[in-house]
């Protein structure tokens, strides 16, 4: 097909070297892959699993793989040494910045460092760490083209003049993309934005190797290590995550709030408003300016039984499979539930504008795997607006027949740049006015 040929254009590139391994955690052996029900070439297999009793899910969810794997040096003279010892340094760009931070501090335990050939292969076809046979999302690489990256080096990673991280590289290989793609996105067209990154901005080898955090990063919007958020977070109760990556508007802030009534929460269950605070896709709202509109918004509700925290994590809009990663990073965190929205983590097509994945195929991998992993999904409400009774399901306003309201997200952007007067109905004030700021600096 056309489209696989594109991708394969794109990706094809030079030689490969020889792999060398990872540590991760020994375990049970690997067993069969299972076919998704959805767009996804491949799934994890179930494991059998106990079901989870209310006091067990009443404390912070232990760590993916039993422990934290934060790695972060403190001494600045041992910091210091580790940084001269290196071969060479290198530059991260912003998606290697949230990766390299999210191993360092342990959100993506039981990760060491970036992943070797054979952890990416048994990742992106079985969606398992081999050894340990637990369940993985998506792989954690680190891409190249420089020459000099080549296992035996030890690279100084930096972020502008700031050392960041040591790089031990142990494998050095050519993966193979389109295969990457159609097991990950379920896509090998250069229309889904996650296969259009792979294929376009990611170099043509992928680096495994140790990493050892120096600094983390300095960043407009400050991200809490998986261990300081637990400290946050109460010890005695079901702590469920909101994953965003959009400004929060009403229907969002009544999805979360209503979430802590839903069957699957204990009594006195607080939520953790997580958002992801890195690169999505081309046409989203920056980081930076996400993060102000949640800042005000925190401030304008001072709801007690919401948290707020923010992740250094860059999307890759591969719907279920992202779902997956999602709940595991956020489980490091200290979570137990996790909100699961319609179409979460989807895309569209950039040319017909068609989804590519359907609007419950998220929600429905997500209670496939939740037992495994430990972590309860708790299934979004859909909620529409009606001028009777404010925010329902959609259920409700059919069966009563109520007059809905409704915004398309580019009336509503038309309507921001036009200054004309936003429905709070639809969205806060607050963010709002942060949104109109930002959009007249442009």
Not at 173 to 187: I, R, W
Not at 387 to 415: I, P, W
Request: net charge negative; glycine share 8%; hydrophobic share 35%.
């Amino acid at each position: 097909m056309l489209r696989a040929f594109l991708l394969a254009t794109a990706c094809a590139s030079a030689t490969a070297f020889s792999p060398a391994g990872i540590p991760v955690t020994s375990g049970a052996k690997r067993a069969a892959v299972s076919a998704a029900p959805s767009r996804l070439a491949a799934a994890a297999p179930m494991r059998t699993m106990s079901p989870l009793t209310g006091l067990s899910m009443a404390l912070k969810s232990v760590p993916h793989g039993g422990k934290l794997t934060e790695n972060i040096i403190k001494d600045d003279a041992k910091k210091a040494e580790l940084a001269k010892a290196c071969d060479f340094e290198v530059q991260l760009n912003e998606r290697q910045l949230c990766d390299v931070e999210l191993i360092m501090n342990g959100g993506l335990s039981p990760l060491t460092g970036f992943m070797d050939e054979k952890t990416y292969q048994n990742v992106v076809d079985n969606m398992r760490l081999p050894g340990s046979d637990l369940l993985f999302g998506l792989p954690i690489v680190f891409d190249t083209n420089d020459e000099r990256m080549v296992p035996g080096k030890t690279v100084l990673l930096k972020d502008g003049d700031r050392d960041i991280a040591t790089f031990k590289i142990s494998d050095r290989y050519m993966p193979n993309k389109v295969n990457e793609c159609k097991q990950c996105y379920g896509e090998t067209t250069l229309e889904h934005p996650g296969v259009l990154m792979v294929a376009t901005q990611r170099g043509a080898y992928y680096c495994g190797g140790e990493v050892t955090g120096l600094n983390l990063p300095i960043r407009d919007f400050p991200c809490k290590t998986p261990a300081e958020v637990r400290e946050e977070l109460p010890e005695d109760v079901d702590i469920v995550a909101f994953q965003c990556r959009n400004p929060i508007h009403r229907a969002h802030y009544e999805l979360f709030t209503r979430a802590l009534d839903a069957p699957e929460v204990g009594e006195g269950g607080v939520v953790l408003v997580h958002p992801t605070c890195g690169p999505t896709q081309a046409d989203d709202i920056s980081g930076v300016t996400r993060y102000k509109t949640y800042v005000v918004l925190a401030e304008e509700t001072a709801n007690p039984r919401i948290t707020w925290d923010y992740l250094p994590y860059s999307m890759h809009m591969a719907g279920p499979r992202e779902a997956i990663q999602h709940m595991m990073i956020r489980k490091n965190f200290g979570c137990t539930h996790f909100i699961i929205g319609r179409d979460m983590a989807g895309s569209k097509s950039s040319i017909t504008g068609d989804d590519f994945y359907g609007p419950y195929d998220a929600q429905d991998f997500a209670k496939k795997h939740g037992p495994e992993l430990g972590m309860t999904p708790v299934p979004s409400l859909n909620l529409v607006y009606t001028e009777e009774k404010d925010y329902v399901t959609a259920e409700q306003a059919k069966e009563e027949n109520l007059s809905e309201k409704k915004l398309s997200g580019t009336a509503f952007r038309k309507m921001l740049r036009g200054g004309e007067e936003i429905p709070e109905w639809f969205a806060f004030k607050s963010v709002v006015k942060v949104l109109r700021e930002e959009e007249m600096k442009k």
